[in-house]
């Protein structure tokens, strides 16, 4: 079992940027490909970025590709998520989700875990 808690989500100005983390405890966090995805208001949630179990993988949605970058840091469980140049198109709940093994996903339905969600909220 795994249990993820996102952060660093809040308000912020269209063109600013926010850093969101996900922290991981239970099972060995090394070993797990990560991934955020985001839902806003009426919308269906959607891939956002995801990460390989080493970090030599990533992958992005073209609407975010340029200006998210995700990354993560093994020895303390967390994978980011830096969002800059913030639009308000990027308004919406931030969840991140992690599914055991080395293959980079980025459909949402392969995923086993799945955080609480953090709101993010651009103003223009």
């Known amino acids: 079992q795994v249990q993820l808690v996102e952060s660093g989500g809040g308000l912020v100005q269209a063109g600013g940027s926010l850093r969101l983390s996900c922290a991981a405890s239970?099972?060995?966090?090394?070993?797990?490909?990560m991934g955020w995805f985001r839902q806003a208001p009426g919308k269906a949630r959607e891939f956002v970025a995801a990460?390989?179990?080493?970090?030599?993988?990533?992958h992005y949605a073209d609407s975010v590709k340029g200006r998210f970058t995700i990354s993560r840091d093994n020895a303390k469980n967390t994978v980011y998520l830096q969002m800059n140049s913030l639009k308000p198109e990027d308004t919406a709940v931030y969840y991140c989700?992690?599914?055991?093994?080395?293959?980079?996903?980025?459909?949402?339905?392969?995923?086993?875990?799945w955080g609480q969600g953090t709101q993010v909220t651009v103003s223009s």
């Open positions: 239970g099972r060995t966090f090394s070993f797990y490909t």
């Open positions: 989700a992690c599914r055991f093994g080395m293959v980079l996903i980025i459909t949402e339905k392969e995923y086993n875990y």
């Open positions: 990460i390989t179990w080493s970090g030599g993988s990533t």
